[in-house]
């Protein structure tokens, strides 16, 4: 159809933002500013507009995620010259191979979950693209459509909520770099491990450097920008432990077997809690008793307490009789005013 | 469709020519279902793609473009051959939404998602288990599918339900509108017919759910409700707490924190809701003391507590 379109100040925006990323990316050397304005059309010859335009160019592709760098030219003819140039294997998507099933179900996924402050959808479109609405078949067994996935009004399913460095910490976490920031007030290192969301809040789990062992970070708290430093692949992840045992066996008190009841009211939500094999027995009124082993007994309180008067520890009797010295020393405690 | 900024239509191009490049003529209704647009605006992008290129911009270095009989070809874009790769706020969205799916349905091990996303994760160089950990909140998986199955088929559902705050259980017939999971929790929303208004469960608290044959017509916009939101008026609660409990600061919905001389906290708290006051003051013991509010809530709860033991 059309040929080349040099008239300067016709050419649109898109076009030449196009042009721009083609050239980068084609350039076998990094191409100077000069260069681009003499070859792309669209930018002025005006030095000082060419260089206001060029300028919010490249920063429109950087974010987009463009990886342009800059770099010297090495060219003879042009000494310490420095250029631009976007390196295919940092722009270039690692084929991940999708089938259209795999396909279509992280686009079902994409939409039944809303996470604050990020879209799938352009990552759907760098992977093939938005599949229509399947047959019968659906991508995910045991939900027929979307709409049973979804809350409110079409709404997602789950709403996860965002915190401002979630980005660049699993940028940090994919390149496997060290990352800095400041937490309750000090200087952090960590080696960044992984981001779980746990009673509604995101955390980093990572080695830290300055506690000398991994520690939790609540991500909201940060109070600071994070910042990765060093080189990519700077540690190896552990192996992660998978669930983790509830807090009452995180502990190193004498280990011993709680059997504690819990009334009616509350048993399905108990027994749900500690799992299955926890449950010694269901009285005909609904109360449940359950075995649980306890290697830490400041965590079993808490737990039992959450229940408040129904439940009760039954024994073993050293058991009964710290929660009954806890009580008494509350019960006995002045009121202060 | 709403108005596109060009950094919008750039990225869609960007990722629409390799995926038509690599393709022998793929249908267009095809392309514009996948990337979201409409004919017209796929022909106005393509007429653009005709004057781009390399430099000189001469006819054989610039991208060439046909569509015949409802199929589209691009050639001469080698350097287009691939997508840009996810960005990290991109794959963490697709990562995340993909686990919390996963973990919302106890379904799909080895299927079509967790395959996909095991292959998403190796291609941004992490573990898709490891790197990204969702938990929802414990519930029973046979709770939600009752639920999802009212909403579905319009039933009426019979909840046996534990108001938590108030310490209180009782059966409620609901028209369930909506199950989801928002901050960690699962909820469902609903009329409530014993309140005889529009309420929000706490999926966790509910101990048996029953589907009733009695159907209801479901609102055709389901209001948005928000979960527990502290009000003006509810009651506040100042606690001085030791070193030991300054978690409680990180855990709870504090309104101001203000450091101790001891190195413990002086918190305030919105505590509307008696029982789940009862149940900190408890847990905290000597760890904590109230120095605004009810002082007296700790021993007489303590009290109650220590009746079935003395029993």
């Known amino acids: 159809m059309a040929g080349p379109a040099p008239s300067i100040g016709r050419v649109h925006r898109l076009e030449r933002l196009i042009n721009l990323v083609a050239a980068l990316l084609h350039a076998e050397r990094p191409l100077t500013a000069d260069e681009l304005r003499h070859r792309l059309p669209g930018y002025a010859a005006d030095h000082a507009t060419f260089r206001r335009a060029f300028e919010r160019d490249k920063e429109a592709l950087r974010d987009l995620g463009i990886p342009v760098v800059v770099e010297p030219v090495d060219d003879a003819a042009q000494p310490s010259a420095m250029g631009y140039r976007i390196p295919k294997e940092a722009y270039y998507l690692k084929d991940p191979g999708l089938a259209p099933d795999e396909l279509a179900a992280l686009h079902l996924a994409a939409s039944a979950v809303r996470l604050e402050g990020a879209s799938g959808v352009e990552a759907l479109w760098k992977l093939g693209g938005e599949l229509a609405e399947e ?172 229940f408040l008067d129904h439940a009760e520890v039954l024994s073993p009797a050293v058991l009964r009789g710290e929660m009954v010295e806890w009580l008494e020393a509350l019960a006995e405690a002045p009121c202060l005013r | 469709m709403p108005k596109v900024s060009a ?178 929790q699962w909820y469902v929303s609903g009329w409530c017919h014993r309140a005889d208004d529009e309420r929000l469960f706490r999926v966790d608290r509910i101990a048996t759910a029953a589907l009733l044959d009695s159907g209801f017509d479901p609102p055709a916009r389901p209001p948005e409700l928000a979960s527990y939101r502290p009000g003006a008026d509810d009651p506040r609660v100042t606690l001085d707490l030791e070193a030991s409990a300054r978690w409680v600061a990180e855990q709870y919905p504090v309104e101001t924190v203000a450091e101790l001389e001891s190195g413990g906290l002086r918190v305030t708290l919105v505590a509307s809701q008696a029982a789940w006051l009862e149940r900190l003051l408890l847990r905290l013991g000597p760890r904590a003391s109230v120095v605004g509010g009810d002082a007296g809530v700790t021993s007489s709860a303590a009290r109650r507590l220590l009746a079935r033991y003395q029993g």
């Open chain 1, 135 to 306: 047959g019968p078949s659906g991508p995910l067994s045991g939900f027929s459509s979307p709409s049973t996935l979804a809350g409110p009004a079409g709404t997602a399913m789950a709403a996860l909520p965002g915190t401002a460095n979630l980005a660049p910490v699993f940028a940090a976490i994919s390149a496997r770099r060290r990352i800095g920031f400041t937490y309750r007030g000090r200087a952090r290192r960590v080696d960044p491990w992984r981001l779980s969301f746990r009673n509604g809040h995101w955390y980093l789990a990572g080695f830290d450097h300055d506690a000398g062992e991994e520690r939790m970070f609540r991500l909201d708290r940060v109070e600071s920008e994070v910042l990765a430093t060093g080189d990519d692949a700077a540690f190896e992840r552990p192996p992660h432990a998978g669930t983790q045992p509830p807090p009452w066996e995180l502990g190193a008190d004498e280990a011993l077997t709680a059997r504690l009841r819990v009334d009616a009211g509350q048993a399905a939500w108990a027994a749900g809690h500690v799992g299955p094999e926890a449950v010694e027995s269901w009285d005909e009124d609904g109360s449940v008793v359950l075995a649980v082993r306890v290697t830490n007994r400041d965590a079993f309180r808490s737990f039992v307490l959450g």
């Open chain 2, 7 to 184: 950094d919008e239509r750039l990225q869609r191009l960007l990722a629409l020519i390799p995926w038509v490049a690599s393709r022998d003529g793929p249908r267009v209704d095809d392309v514009c279902a996948r990337f979201g647009c409409t004919q017209a605006e796929l022909v106005a992008e393509l007429e653009l793609l005709f004057l781009c290129g390399l430099h000189p911009y001469t006819p054989d270095v610039l991208i060439d473009v046909d569509i015949a009989d409802g199929r589209v070809w691009i050639r001469y874009a080698e350097y287009f051959e691939r997508p840009l790769r996810l960005t990290p706020a991109e794959g963490l969205a697709l990562l995340a939404a993909g686990r919390t799916v996963l973990a919302g349905s106890g379904a799909d091990e080895g299927g079509p998602l967790d395959r996909g996303l095991h292959k998403l994760a190796a291609a941004m160089g992490v573990d898709a288990g490891e790197a990204v950990e969702i938990e929802l909140g414990a519930v029973a998986d046979d709770l939600l599918r009752t639920l999802r199955a009212a909403i579905g088929a319009s039933r009426q559902v019979e909840i046996d339900y534990y108001s938590f705050g108030r310490d209180e259980r009782a059966s409620r017939v609901i028209d369930p509108y909506a199950v989801f999971s928002a901050g960690g």
